[in-house]
């Protein structure tokens, strides 16, 4: 499928990427290559790029785009000079974090973990802590999709037996 | 631990329920990012999570979280006595507010030590001795002034506020460091020349440096990479950085603009007229000379001054530069200086017609726009520049 397509598009080469709910994507070379999951697919095997389709288990084609965009910018970032000021990457971040439920941030934290790039997945870690930070015991349970599986009595006597972290504390 | 073990599920079920397969690895490294006393919290949960935070890899400890020091005490005293005995990473001790006594300093730093601790990040005033033997610390974020050179493996040091002694070359012992930053630092008495000199530095960044009298003499021969943040441009010589690529200069120059008196009655030539505005924008052009000659070996140069009003902080690129083989060093500065000098009235012009100077800031494009444009302009502007600027 890349041969019929390089009458268009210039030399750059490209991979195609099968999310996990089978939409396939076409991503230019060095983007795939950001992904470390990618990359050991290839390796001892480089002729294989053109035909090989590599399967993403973890990561759905919805967030499929968002995540190469990442890759994109921030390889883009990189290669800059001078380098890009803080606040140009700070306001990239937020943009491509905003509007993003909880759910998904957990869904791309696992495609993160899944495809083995540590840039993304340490931005979207930091990005759940500080979503969860001083929250109430109760909103990090709905963030995390916790059930409380404790009677009252023994929460109770865990709270008690790490009482010095919940000094201060209003709960709610 | 009565954890229970995690199996790795079929695709299908990760697609379906993907809320309970967070890894534990990204769930403790969630943890480690946050104050400890909150990961300790997150015990309440559920069974799962119940010792999740025993596997943090940085510990957090924040006095000002705590009534008094005996709890805080009492708190870190469970977490090292409940923590799985893992390797840690990093150490944050955050006491701004009030002291903390030798006992828990001793307690937290002998626990850090034997789990071999690479980080730290404190502005604790006083740092205990078991630390100096210690031979493992990579990176160091403090407020102390001591002798680094005592880590021997240490790669990035950050200093903050630290007054430092312009007697001693305080960084030359440091054989491995890489990244320098000093914030806000200033030197003792004064001397005329500080010296910063590091075998392998990488990377310095230098902000607010105090002393506005002297010069910086740096030595680092495998430097790359030097960004500065200044109010005024301080005099530095940098000759002995022979591997300089990238010099970044962000200037802040403290000036009034609020009335045109700088820009119409000064003349380079006839200083009758100075008062002290003029004055200061005099010093700023000389110092701006005297600071590009003492850089003038580097490859690429960067200066941008900020000259807003205090509430918004857009930044004015005014000069980006390629040196090229055949570029005149020695006219670097008072090319620059011109440069500067003309964007400096230009800009004070436009706040001055636009009082509601946040109208003009916003126009600004940003600041890699500007560097394209400057790219653009910046050669045939340079060689309009050469010839001399009083007529």
Redesign the interface.
């Known amino acids: 499928m890349a041969s019929s397509s390089s009458s268009s598009s210039t030399q750059v080469k490209k991979i195609t990427l099968k999310a996990a709910d089978g939409k396939h994507f076409e991503v230019e070379e060095p983007v795939a290559m950001e992904m470390e999951t990618v990359k050991s697919f290839f390796v001892g095997n480089e002729d294989a790029m053109k035909d090989m389709v590599v399967p993403l288990l973890n990561v759905s084609s919805e967030h499929m785009p968002a995540i190469l965009d990442f890759y994109r910018n921030h390889s883009e970032f990189r290669k800059r000079t001078p380098p890009p000021p803080a606040e140009e990457v700070k306001a990239f971040n937020e943009a491509f974090l905003e509007n993003k439920s909880d759910e998904q941030l957990m869904e791309m934290i696992m495609a993160a973990n899944f495809l083995n790039t540590k840039e993304l997945l340490n931005f979207l870690t930091e990005a759940a802590a500080n979503r969860i930070k001083n929250k109430s015991v109760e909103y990090v349970r709905a963030f995390f999709g916790i059930e409380n599986d404790f009677t009252p009595e023994e929460e109770a006597r865990i709270r008690a037996e790490n009482e010095w972290a919940f000094d201060g504390l209003d709960e709610d | 631990m009565e954890r229970p073990c995690k199996k790795v599920k079929i695709?299908d079920e990760?697609?379906s329920d993907?809320?309970?397969?967070?890894?534990d690895h990204?769930i403790h490294?969630?943890?480690s990012?946050?104050?400890t006393?909150?990961a300790?919290?997150?015990?309440?949960?559920?069974?799962?999570?119940?010792y999740y935070w025993t596997n943090i890899h940085t510990l957090s400890f924040c006095r000002s979280?705590?009534?008094d020091s005996q709890?805080f005490y009492?708190?870190i005293t469970?977490v090292l006595h409940h923590r799985n005995h893992l390797k840690l990473l990093k150490l944050e001790i955050d006491c701004s507010k009030s002291a903390i006594s030798d006992k828990i300093t001793s307690l937290v730093f002998e626990y850090a030590i034997s789990h071999g601790f690479e980080e730290l990040d404190t502005n604790m005033i006083y740092l205990p001795k078991t630390l100096f033997r210690y031979k493992s610390l990579k990176t160091l974020k403090t407020v102390c002034y001591f002798k680094y050179s005592c880590f021997a493996t240490l790669t990035t040091l950050e200093l903050y506020y630290v007054m430092l002694d312009p007697k001693k070359d305080t960084f030359a012992g440091c054989l491995n460091l890489q990244n320098l930053q000093l914030i806000q630092c200033d030197v003792e008495g004064v001397s005329g020349v500080y010296n910063i000199s590091a075998p392998r530095l990488l990377t310095l960044q230098i902000s607010d440096f105090l002393p506005s009298r002297g010069r910086i003499v740096i030595k680092a021969p495998r430097l790359k990479f030097f960004t500065l943040n200044a109010i005024n441009p301080p005099r530095l010589s940098m000759d002995r950085c022979r591997s300089l690529e990238?010099v970044?200069v962000h200037l802040f120059p403290f000036m009034d603009y609020d009335d045109n008196t700088i820009f119409n009655k000064f003349s380079f030539n006839h200083m009758a007229y100075y008062d002290d505005k003029a004055m200061q924008y005099y010093v700023f052009r000389m110092r701006m000379i005297a600071m590009c000659r003492g850089i003038s070996r580097v490859k690429?140069l960067?200066l941008s001054l900020n000259l807003s009003h205090q509430e918004t902080w857009k930044?004015k690129l005014v000069f980006?530069f390629h040196m090229d083989e055949d570029f005149d060093r020695k006219k670097l500065g008072r090319a620059v200086a011109e440069i500067a000098s003309e964007e400096l009235s230009d800009l004070q012009k436009r706040l001055l017609e636009d009082s509601r100077s946040a109208v003009a800031e916003k126009e600004l494009p940003?600041?890699?726009e500007q560097?394209l444009e400057m790219k653009k302009i910046v050669p045939p502007l340079w060689k309009m520049k050469a010839k001399t600027p009083r007529s």
């Open positions: 695709i990760i697609q993907w809320l309970s397969n967070l890894p990204i490294h969630i943890l990012l946050m104050d006393k909150f300790v919290g997150t015990c309440v949960l559920s069974k799962n999570w119940r979280s705590f009534v709890v009492d708190f469970h990238k970044n690429s960067t930044e980006a940003s600041i890699e560097i």
